[in-house]
């Protein structure tokens, strides 16, 4: 029912009836339940013009209740908001990174949630974090390089912490979900996040895939270049990343000058392609979008995967493939822990 109503808008329970095909009574029952622990809201009756008494309307506490939200993918800034229900901002912080890595990333993370919960008197439905790494279905971060963090109990620390519920996710995974539910997007998409490291997530049949080690979508860390011998070993200096984060692209761009700009992007996009053929090719997906500093993802990094995916997979494992950059910003991640709170709190997908 909160899934009926979170799309449609104000509805009377009779509507919400014929939608779901819940009788009217159970229906009632829940908008009365749901309107007594603040998350719906009667809003007035509905005009009509013919004979009848007028229905009244309840939707979603949409603008009095708020999520927290964190996201921990930026080599330079943590960055936070408090955010609605819809996914619009009414609060930022942020708190600059300066090399924090470990236990010292850690208490910066929860310093912002403070922050932020102190800005805003709506009552909060919970905190989210979008954080880079692998990030396991309790919230424990097994691995992210970037921050110096191992098994770390991120969620647990910060729900302790904090005394909101709290779900902690892969980057990559929650900006998905942010394009998916704010975005437009379709149901078979993949996420390209270029940040302090490169995260991915990927969505396919409208069905979030993690992975059986909770690593899907972790492409970052696949080794590319043609001129790698086949029993070349795993090497960190050789994996996407290396040429596709922000900080690797912001180098490599400052030494190659204005003149070399086109040929560093283009390498960039080329690499991308290749790693990205064979998920193409095997998962036939519709859309991929590409988030991060849009000098660094534009026209000639995009131009420059679809050129290289185009060329390696069939026609028709290609056809109709759109490359194009996220729609939401710098706000991707945000909106993205803002969905992984609906869909953890409220069953809202």
């Not at 939608?19 to 719906?40: F, I, N, P, R």
């Not at 424990?140 to 109990?153: I, K, M």
Request: aromatic letters at 2%; a negative charge.
């Amino acid at each position: 029912m909160l899934q009926t109503v979170y799309r449609s808008g104000p509805a009377s329970r009779a509507d919400i009836a014929r939608a779901t095909q819940l009788t009217k009574v159970t229906v009632s029952d829940l908008v009365s339940e749901l309107t007594a622990e603040g998350l719906m809201l009667e809003l007035g009756t509905r005009e009509v013009t013919g004979p009848g008494k007028p229905a009244m309307l309840v939707d979603l506490a949409r603008t009095t209740r708020a999520i927290v939200s964190l996201d921990l993918s930026d080599h330079r800034r943590f960055r936070g908001a408090v955010l609605d229900l819809d996914g619009r901002i009414l609060h930022r912080a942020d708190a600059p990174l300066e090399g924090a890595v470990g236990d010292a990333a850690v208490e910066r993370t929860v310093a912002l949630a403070g922050e932020l919960i102190a800005r805003t008197e709506l009552s909060l439905l919970g905190l989210g974090v979008g954080t880079p790494g692998v990030v396991d279905d309790a919230g424990t971060v097994r691995t992210a390089p970037n921050l110096g963090w191992a098994d770390v109990p991120l969620q647990r620390i910060l729900q302790e912490r904090t005394g909101l519920p709290t779900v902690v996710a892969n980057d990559g995974n929650a900006g998905v979900l942010a394009e998916h539910n704010f975005g437009g997007a379709g149901d078979d998409l993949m996420l390209i996040a270029i940040g302090h490291g490169l995260g991915s997530g990927l969505i396919v049949g409208g069905v979030p895939v993690v992975g059986s080690s909770f690593a899907g979508g972790e492409i970052g860390q696949v080794m590319v270049g043609s001129d790698l011998p086949l029993d070349a070993p795993y090497s960190r200096e050789q994996v996407l990343e290396h040429w596709l984060s922000v900080p690797g692209l912001t180098a490599a761009l400052a030494e190659a000058g204005d003149d070399g700009r086109e040929r560093v992007l283009r390498e960039a996009g080329q690499r991308l392609g290749t790693v990205l053929a064979p998920v193409v090719g095997a998962l036939n997906l519709s859309e991929i979008v590409l988030s991060g500093p849009q000098e660094l993802v534009g026209d000639v990094l995009a131009d420059a995967t679809l050129e290289i995916l185009q060329r390696r997979t069939l026609p028709e494992s290609h056809r109709g493939l759109v490359i194009r950059t996220s729609s939401q910003g710098a706000d991707l991640i945000l909106r993205g822990a803002t969905a992984l709170v609906l869909q953890a709190q409220l069953g809202i997908t």
